[in-house]
Structures are given as structure tokens and as C-alpha cells.
């Protein structure tokens, strides 16, 4: 069974960072992409980034050069070093491997854990 489970948000001032976590199980990085996943409030979802199962890893240019996907293969956990926080930052972020769980058009599909709420005040 696929899960994933999100942890490490909070709330922080502009400027500040953040690291998140997310442990999967059901599933190895070797066969899957993972990607990280935001959601504001009445907003869609948007992809933060993505690393592909050869390694490769882009972002959304909402993130670039603010942002770090990494992974631990051993541990089963991909991580999102989220530094330079801006208040448009503040979402509930989750984690996700299409296409078992994607954002296509704004709107979230398949299997998803609870996310992890970010918040960035100014």
C-alpha cells in the first residue's frame, strides 16, 4: 500500500527556513519520481519540484535557487530545504510520486498523506 507521511513545517519569519521530510513506504525511489507539492488556501496545487528516478531535479520557478530537494534512499525519505522564506511561501506542502498522486490542472489526484502546513509572516 502506498503512504506517505510529511512532516517538519511551522511557522516562521521571512527570511527564515525550513526543512520538511517525507517518508514513504509501498513503493522504492528506484521505480518512482517523487515530487513536493504545495496547496494555499483557495489556491490550486502547484509543483514546488520533482526528482526523477535518474536523479535529475527541476523546480518551479516560484523556488528556484530558494529550494533544495534531496533523498535518502536508505531511509526511504525525501526532503525539501526550503530557505529564504517569503509569506507567498506559506501553504500546506505535500509530497507526492505520479503518477500514483499528481497535480494536473490545479487539482490534486490519487494517493496523498495529510501534508504539512508552512506559514511565513511578514
Known amino acids: 500500500k502506498l503512504q506517505m507521511e510529511e512532516s517538519g513545517g511551522g511557522s516562521v519569519p521571512a527570511g527564515g527556513s525550513l526543512r520538511l521530510s517525507c517518508t514513504v513506504s509501498?513503493?522504492?525511489?528506484?521505480?518512482?519520481?517523487m515530487g513536493w507539492y504545495r496547496e494555499a488556501p483557495g489556491n490550486e496545487c502547484e509543483l514546488v519540484g520533482k526528482i526523477r528516478t535518474d536523479g535529475v531535479i527541476e523546480y518551479g520557478d516560484a523556488v528556484k535557487g530558494r529550494f533544495t530537494i534531496s533523498q535518502d534512499k536508505a531511509k526511504n525519505t525525501v526532503y525539501l530545504q526550503m530557505n529564504n522564506l517569503k509569506p507567498e511561501d506559506t501553504a500546506v506542502y505535500y509530497c507526492?510520486?505520479?503518477?500514483?498522486?499528481?497535480?494536473?490542472?490545479?487539482?490534486?489526484?490519487?494517493?496523498w498523506g495529510q501534508g504539512t502546513q508552512v506559514t511565513v509572516t511578514s
Open positions: 509501498g513503493f522504492t525511489f528506484d521505480d518512482s519520481d
Open positions: 507526492g510520486s505520479p503518477p500514483m498522486s499528481d497535480c494536473v490542472a490545479g487539482t490534486r489526484f490519487g494517493s
